[in-house]
C-alpha cells in the first residue's frame, strides 16, 4: 500500500508539544528501506517539470490540462519541491487554477514574490501554511495581505508559521486580526513588537503562541486570551522590559496552559526560571516545561515543582545545572532534554533542533558521551545530521557534529549505520567544508571520516568534490600521519573517477602527482618501505590509469628515474606491482610508450617476468606485450625485441589457467586498452598476454567484464581471432572460450545485451 503522507506533512497537534521523531529502532528499517512509490515519482516529475509542462505568455509554467492532483498528493508535491529548493516564481505557477487543490502548504526558504505568492496559493482552501525563512521578496505583511484575500482562508486557516520571515523597515502593525480562525501562530525570530501582540492576543481561537526573539517588550496583552492560550513559546525574549514579579504575574493568570517555554541562552544567565520554579499557585495544568539555559536551575527545584503537578510529560534542562539526580531517569512518562545521559541529549537534539544555541550545547555534551561507545547507534547519527542541516552557516555547529559523526562512525561503528545515512552525513560534511574552506580541524574530521573503508567504498557522495578536497590537503605538507591518511583516500577515490571527471582535475592531478613523487623519492632515498610508501605508490598508479595527460605529467616529473631507483632498493612484490601497474598504464599510451624502451626500464621488466609472483610476472608481462607490439621503438634493437617475445610466450605458457579458482590480479575500466593487442596476429605472444588476461578477469567477474565487451566492441574483435586462419592456436582456444562464456553469462542469468551477437 502506498502512503501518500509523510509524518511531517500531518496535522500539528499543540498539547503536548512535538514528540522526538520515530527514529529510535526504527531508523535502521526506514533509511535501509526504498523511497516510497509517490516519492519516486514525485520526484521524477519535478526533476522533468520543464519538458512536462507548457509555457504562459510571461514563461511561468503551466501543467497538462487533464492533470489533476488530490490534496494529499498536491501537499506533498509542493512539500518536495520546497525541500529541493524548486519553488520559485517560475515553478509555482503549476499551482495556480484548480488542478490542484492545497490543504496544508509548505514554502519554506523559497524565493517567491508577492504576486507568484498570490497567483498560486491564495486561491486555495488553506488551513496549515509553513512560510518559514521565505526569502525578503515576500515579506510579512503581503503573505497576511495575500491570505486575507481569500475569505476561506481568513476564517478556516488554523496553523501560520512566520519564523524568520522579513517585515520591511517601514511597516508598523501586522493586521493578524482578519485571521480569525487562526489556532497556532509562531513569529519567531520576526520584527514583531507589542502592539502585534495585543492585535493577536484579540484572536478568538488563538491557542498555540511562539513570540521567540521577537522585539516585544511587555507581554500584558496576553491576558486578553488567557482563558483559550494552551501554548506559548518565549524563547530568547531579549527585548523584554517587564520586572520579573511582572512576568510572573502574568504568567500566573494563563491558567489553561499546557505548554510554556521560556528557555534562554546560557550566557545571558536569565533567573526567570528560577522564580517561577519557586511559585505553587502557578501553572496549575501544565504538562510541558522548558527552562532551558536559565541560570541557579537546582534538581531539588525542578523536582518539587514536577512533583507538585504529576501530570507533566516534558521538562528541558539543557545546559542548566538540573537533570542528574535519579529522579529524572526514575519518573515514568517524563521526557526531559537535558545533557545528563544520552536519552537526555537524545531528546534535545530533537526538540531544538531549529536553535542553534542549543544544538551545538546537545553536540558538545554528545560527544563527550560517545568518546569511547561500542555500539551502533544510527538513531543518533541521524539527529547530528538533522542539526547539521538546519544549521549550515554556523561553525559551532558544523565542527562539533563532524567530531560527533567520527564517533559514531569509527573503526566498525559504520557497518551497521544505513548507507543512506551515512551518505547523507558525508554530504553535509563537505557541505560544511565548502561553507568554511579555511578552518582546518573541520577539514581534519572530514578527511578523518574518509578514511573509512565503509564510507569510502559503499557510501555515495560526490567523489570529483571529494578528491578535489584531498589531493589539495595532500600538498598542505600536514603532519606525517595525515598525509598517510590523504595519501591512502587518494588511492581508493582515483579509481572512483570517471576520465572526464579526472580530466576536470587537471590542476590538482598535477599537484598530487609531483607531491606523491617527492614522497616515494624521500622514502627510497631513507629506505623506509612503510605504510605510505605503498599507498603513495598505488595512488600513483591509479591516478595514471586511462589518463595519457597524467601519465606524461609523471614522465616530465622524473617519475621513471625514481621509480627505477624503487626497483633497485625494496624487493617486496607488493611494491613491484605497483611499480609495474603504473608502468603498465605508461605503456598503454602510445605517445609516451618509447620512455620506457630504455636499458634500465627494459632490464628490471624482463627480470620481474620471472617473478614468482603472479601479479609481479603477470604485470611485467603487460609491459612487455604493450612495447613489444610497437616495432617503431626496437628499430635498433630487434633481436631484443625478439627475445623478449619468446620470453614472454614462455611465462605465458607457464601460468595456470586463466578460469583458475584463484582472485582476480588486477580489476579494468576498460579493454579498450587491449584491443589493438587482439588484433596482432604478427605478434603472437602479444594476443596471448592479452588474451589471457581478458579471460582472467571475466572469468572471475563477469556480470562486469561480459558487459564491457558488449558495449566497447570487443566481441567483434573476438570473433575475428575465430575466423582468421593464421591465429595461433592457443590464442583460438582461448578466444573462443571468452566467448562460450559470454553466452552462458547471459543466457543463465541476464538477457542478452542490446547489441547483436557476433556468434551463433
Known sequence: ????????????????????DALGCCVVQEEASPYSLVNICLNILIANLEKLCSKRPDGTLCLPEHWSFPQEVADRFLGVMTWEGKLTDRTSSIFQGNQMKLKLASIQKAKLSTAAFVKAFCHHKLIELDATAVQADLTVPDIISGL??????RQNLRCLLLDSTSIPGDSRKLFFGQLTGLRILSVFNVCFHNEDLANVSRLPRLESLDISNTLVTNISALLTCKDQLKSLTM????????????????????????????????????????HLLQQKDILPNVVSLDISGGSCITDGAVELFIQQRPAMQFVGLLATDAGYSDFFTTKQGLRVAGGANMNQISEALSRYRNRSCFVKEALYRLFTE???????????????????????????????????????????????????????????LFKALKNFPHYQQLQKNCLLSLTNSRILVDVPFDRFDAAKFVMRWLCKHENPKMQTMAVS?????????????????KEELF??????????????????DDVTLLFSLKALWNLTDESPAVCKHFIENEGLIIFIQVLETFSESAIQSKVLGLLNNVAEVKELSSNLVTEDVVKHISSLL?????????????????????KQHWISCDLQRSALLQDLHATVQNWPSSSCKMTALVTYRSFKAFFPLLGNFSQPEVQLWALWAMYHVCSKNPSKYCKLLAEEGGLQLLCDIQEHSGADPQALQIATSILDDFRM??????KLPLCPMPFT
Open 1 to 20: 500500500m502506498v502512503h501518500f503522507l509523510h509524518p511531517g506533512l500531518s496535522s500539528r497537534t499543540i498539547i503536548p508539544p512535538d514528540a522526538p
Open 148 to 153: 486575507c484575500s481569500n475569505n476561506w482562508i
Open 235 to 274: 524563547h530568547y525574549l531579549k527585548c523584554l522590559t517587564m520586572t520579573k514579579p511582572q512576568v510572573l504575574a502574568v504568567i500566573r493568570e494563563l491558567k489553561y496552559l499546557l505548554h510554556l517555554d521560556i528557555s534562554d541562552h546560557r550566557q545571558l544567565k536569565s533567573d526567570l526560571a528560577f
Open 370 to 428: 560517545t568518546f569511547s561507545i561500542q555500539i551502533t547507534m544510527p538513531a543518533i547519527l541521524k539527529l547530528v545530521a538533522v542539526g547539521m542541516r538546519n544549521h549550515p552557516l554556523d561553525l559551532p555547529v558544523q565542527f562539533t557534529a563532524s567530531a560527533c559523526t567520527l564517533n559514531l562512525t569509527r573503526q566498525g561503528l559504520a557497518s551497521g549505520m544505513p548507507v543512506r545515512l551515512l551518505s547523507e552525513v558525508t554530504c553535509l
Open 489 to 505: 583516500i587518494t588511492s581508493i577515490l582515483a579509481l572512483q573517477l570517471s576520465p572526464e571527471q579526472t580530466a576536470q582535475l
Open 511 to 528: 599537484m598530487a602527482v609531483k607531491e606523491l613523487l617527492a614522497i616515494v623519492k624521500q622514502k627510497t632515498t631513507e629506505n623506509l
Open 610 to 630: 620471472h617473478s614468482k609472483e603472479l601479479e609481479v610476472s603477470y604485470l611485467a608481462a603487460g609491459i612487455i606485450a604493450h612495447l613489444a607490439s610497437n
Open 745 to 750: 553469462h547471459f543466457m543463465n542469468y541476464q
